[in-house]
T-cell receptor
Framework: DAGVIQSPRHEVTEMGQEVTLRCKPISGHNSLFWYRQTMMRGLELLIYFNNNVPIDDSGMPEDRFSAKMPNASFSTLKIQPSEPRDSAVYFC????????????FGEGSRLTVL | DAKTTQPNSMESNEEEPVHLPCNHSTISGTDYIHWYRQLPSQGPEYVIHGLTSNVNNRMASLAIAEDRKSSTLILHRATLRDAAVYYCTDTGNQFYFGTGTSLTVIP
């Protein structure tokens, strides 16, 4: 079975450019999570969706960040405009919305903003 | 206020048991406790979960305190491949991960 698929794996861009990260969750999973990981702050939850609906976006740092889930098999995280402090590894994870709710993570997208 | 707290780092000798602690200060009665680990340059992976009783699987054991305010992940014989960052979380805190415990295994 395919796991959570993220693209791109690596992205290098210049400050001010728009960045779009993509995620395909595991088929049949109806919860999707976006995390950001840095050395200083660890693994931070940015936003999560349940049945394609954003449930909690309190972790989204500011208006430059936006996330969408147009259908059950695709989600995007967009940063516009990007800044050097956005450099991090961004992980997408999916789960069944059950009480046990184990998360399955993708391999991450490493973003570098120059 | 932190939702779960863990030591920043721990060391263990190879083939010795390792007990990784976690405090779940805001856990409620129906929240499951989960543990994940993250190997270098990889995404986190699920290790084990439980509700009230101690749990065992092929990777580890999970001991849960009676009041559920703390849990311990037990690796029975640490190997070099167990060197990773270990995260505890619970489903009531929307999968807050924090910075985890970095485990070093000494040959």
């Amino acid at each position: 079975d395919a796991g959570v698929i993220q693209s791109p794996r690596h992205e290098v861009t210049e400050m001010g450019q728009e960045v779009t990260l993509r995620c395909k969750p595991i088929s049949g999973h109806n919860s999707l999570f976006w995390y950001r990981q840095t050395m200083m702050r660890g693994l931070e939850l940015l936003i999560y969706f349940n049945n394609n609906v954003p449930i909690d976006d309190s972790g989204m740092p500011e208006d430059r960040f936006s996330a969408k889930m147009p259908n059950a098999s695709f989600s995007t995280l967009k940063i516009q405009p990007s800044e050097p402090r956005d450099s991090a590894v961004y992980f997408c994870a999916s789960s069944l919305a059950t009480r046990t709710g184990e998360l399955f993570f993708g391999e991450g997208s490493r973003l570098t903003v120059l | 206020d932190a939702k779960t707290t863990q030591p920043n780092s721990m060391e263990s000798n190879e083939e010795e048991p390792v007990h990784l602690p976690c405090n779940h200060s805001t856990i409620s009665g129906t929240d499951y406790i989960h543990w994940y680990r993250q190997l270098p340059s990889q995404g986190p992976e699920y290790v084990i979960h439980g509700l009230t009783s101690n749990v065992n699987n092929r990777m580890a054991s999970l001991a849960i305190a009676e009041d559920r305010k703390s849990s311990t992940l037990i690796l029975h014989r640490a190997t070099l491949r167990d060197a990773a960052v270990y995260y505890c979380t619970d489903t009531g805190n929307q999968f807050y991960f924090g910075t985890g415990t970095s485990l070093t295994v000494i040959p």
